[in-house]
């Protein structure tokens, strides 16, 4: 997530010598050089210094290690912090940055490597307007972002759009194989199953969307569509759809409590 957010933010106007990357692996740090020509080090606090935000896009249990080793930097000079960190709690990323320090929480997902993300942002205090355009900035620059109430409903954020696009892939792996079996070639039902998932998106994307209004347009009475859709009906997808979120939120939440109490420590992540 890292890597597209430095690709997106280059995409969008910010300048190589405007970002640099905290990065302990050698191999990724020269990636990063020849590939955006943005400065990278193995130093996080020499790569935090002077930045106005700071993006902690690390593993949840890097998370609390990483901001305790940059405090002192932080406590200089005030920078808004802007973690990508699946699951770690607001609190205990404000306690590893020290006192005064904003801390927001952002949810992206999968799709924002080509740009065409979502990401729910929580906030525990209130943001200034500086604020909130620059996070709007950074996480805006690989899709759309949605700010969310509580952050409790992060976890939901993580269930539907977070966890969403291996459940549309999945349905296309069906509808692939279902064709498949059918009689069509592999190939050809694969690349059928994509480029619907690939267009109905397109049209679910659209300003004006309606989800049941675009499944109705398709389905015409007495057709193909309504005796597929009365088929998935007599399953009960729509409980099985619901409680397959329900099963992403709570584990979310059961993630988030196994990171309450993170390990200090050293390190570079």
């Given at each position: 997530?890292?890597?597209?957010?430095?690709?997106?933010?280059?995409?969008?106007?910010?300048?190589?010598?405007?970002?640099?990357?905290?990065?302990?692996?050698?191999?990724?740090?020269?990636?990063?050089?020849?590939?955006?020509?943005?400065?990278?080090?193995?130093?996080?606090?020499?790569?935090?210094?002077?930045?106005?935000?700071?993006?902690?896009?690390?593993?949840?249990?890097?998370?609390?290690?990483?901001?305790?080793?940059?405090?002192?930097?932080?406590?200089?000079?005030?920078?808004?912090?802007?973690?990508?960190?699946?699951?770690?709690?607001?609190?205990?990323?404000?306690?590893?940055?020290?006192?005064?320090?904003?801390?927001?929480?952002?949810?992206?997902?999968?799709?924002?490597?080509?740009?065409?993300?979502?990401?729910?942002?929580?906030?525990?205090?209130?943001?200034?307007?500086?604020?909130?355009?620059?996070?709007?900035?950074?996480?805006?620059?690989?899709?759309?972002?949605?700010?969310?109430?509580?952050?409790?409903?992060?976890?939901?954020?993580?269930?539907?759009?977070?966890?969403?696009?291996?459940?549309f892939f999945f349905l296309a792996e069906l509808m692939a194989e279902a064709g498949e079996r059918l009689?069509?070639?592999?190939?050809?039902?694969?690349?059928?199953?994509?480029?619907?998932?690939?267009?109905?998106?397109?049209?679910?994307?659209?300003?004006?969307?309606?989800?049941?209004?675009?499944?109705?347009?398709?389905?015409?009475?007495?057709?193909?569509?309504?005796?597929?859709?009365?088929?998935?009906?007599?399953?009960?997808?729509?409980?099985?759809?619901?409680?397959?979120?329900?099963?992403?939120?709570?584990?979310?939440?059961?993630?988030?409590?196994?990171?309450?109490?993170?390990?200090?420590?050293?390190?570079?992540?």
């Amino acid at each position: 997530m890292g890597r597209a957010l430095v690709g997106g933010l280059l995409r969008s106007g910010s300048r190589p010598e405007q970002l640099n990357v905290g990065e302990k692996e050698a191999a990724a740090r020269e990636l990063l050089r020849r590939e955006f020509g943005i400065s990278a080090s193995a130093d996080n606090s020499a790569a935090a210094q002077g930045a106005a935000v700071v993006v902690l896009a690390v593993k949840p249990q890097d998370a609390v290690p990483t901001l305790a080793g940059l405090r002192e930097v932080f406590a200089r000079q005030r920078p808004l912090v802007v973690s990508v960190a699946a699951g770690v709690r607001i609190a205990a990323l404000e306690a590893a940055c020290g006192p005064g320090i904003t801390v927001v929480r952002a949810m992206p997902n999968r799709p924002a490597l080509v740009g065409a993300g979502i990401s729910g942002l929580y906030a525990a205090g209130e943001l200034s307007v500086a604020q909130r355009a620059s996070v709007a900035s950074v996480l805006g620059s690989v899709g759309e972002t949605v700010w969310v109430p509580t952050e409790a409903a992060l976890d939901v954020v993580t269930a539907v759009s977070g966890s969403g696009p291996a459940y549309f892939f999945f349905l296309a792996e069906l509808m692939a194989e279902a064709g498949e079996r059918l009689g069509l070639e592999g190939p050809t039902a694969r690349r059928l199953a994509s480029a619907t998932l690939y267009g109905s998106g397109l049209l679910a994307h659209a300003a004006d969307s309606d989800l049941k209004r675009l499944r109705a347009e398709v389905t015409s009475a007495g057709g193909t569509t309504e005796a597929a859709v009365r088929v998935l009906e007599g399953t009960d997808l729509r409980a099985s759809v619901s409680q397959a979120v329900a099963a992403a939120v709570q584990r979310s939440r059961e993630l988030a409590a196994a990171s309450a109490n993170p390990v200090m420590g050293a390190g570079v992540s």
